[in-house]
Each structure stands twice: as structure tokens, then as C-alpha cells.
């Protein structure tokens, strides 16, 4: 079993900056993908950000060159530097893990999904 820990989300000004963290912990063989999601009141849950294990990164075009993601992989921990908030940022961000983990199958791994709890960031005046 795995378990996510998210924390840095709260109330900040329009052009604010927050700085989000994930942290993993359980039984992880490794962890091949990291990502940001969000999702505002009444819309659906988007992707903002991910990175792969050999640091890859994608974003979702609304935060290109305001948010960074990054990960210590020592520390089974994802971050996302959120610069330049605006009200539209608005939302519960959730993290998601993709990790190989210990199994009862014949391989005796298996890769497996997991969400953080989320958390709020509201970005107004």
C-alpha cells in the first residue's frame, strides 16, 4: 500500500506564488510517473503538470511558464512551483503517483495509481 501526503495549498493574491508538495511513502519499488491535477467547482478534473522518472515534464497551456514541476526522486517527492496565480487557478489540487509496488502475482509486481487527498488553493483579492 502506498500513501500520498500533499500540503502547501491556501489563499493567496492574484500574482501570488505557492509552492505545492507530495510526498509518497509505503512499499514502492520505484515510481515511473508524477503529476498535478486539479479540479475547479463544477468542472471537470484536469491535468496541469507531470514528469517521468528521467525528468520529462509536460503542462497543461494555461500554466506554461507560470508553474514548474519537479521531483527528488530520493524523496519519493513531487513539487509544483505555482508563480503568477490568478483567480482561475482557483481549484483542489490532487497529486498523482504512478509506482511499481510488491505483488502476489506470478511477476510479483504490479504498477499501480494513486491520488493524493488534494488540496485548496483559492487565488483572490
Known amino acids: 500500500q502506498v500513501q500520498l501526503v500533499e ?8 500574482g501570488g506564488s505557492l509552492r505545492l508538495s507530495c510526498a509518497a511513502s509505503g512499499s514502492i519499488f520505484s515510481i515511473y510517473a508524477m503529476g498535478w491535477y486539479r479540479q475547479a467547482p463544477g468542472k471537470q478534473r484536469e491535468l496541469v503538470a507531470a514528469i517521468t522518472s528521467g525528468g ?3 503542462y497543461a497551456d494555461s500554466v506554461k511558464g507560470r508553474f514548474t514541476i519537479s521531483r527528488d526522486n530520493a524523496k519519493n517527492t513531487v513539487y509544483l512551483q505555482m508563480n503568477s496565480l490568478k483567480p482561475e487557478d482557483t481549484a483542489v489540487y490532487y497529486c498523482k503517483v504512478g509506482v511499481l509496488e510488491p505483488s502476489s502475482s506470478v511477476a ?3 504498477t499501480s495509481d494513486y491520488w493524493g487527498q488534494g488540496t485548496q488553493v483559492t487565488v483572490s483579492s
Do not use: D, F, Y
Open 56 to 58: 520529462s515534464t509536460n
Open 7 to 14: 500540503s502547501g495549498g491556501g489563499l493567496v493574491q492574484p
Open 108 to 110: 510479483g509486481t504490479k
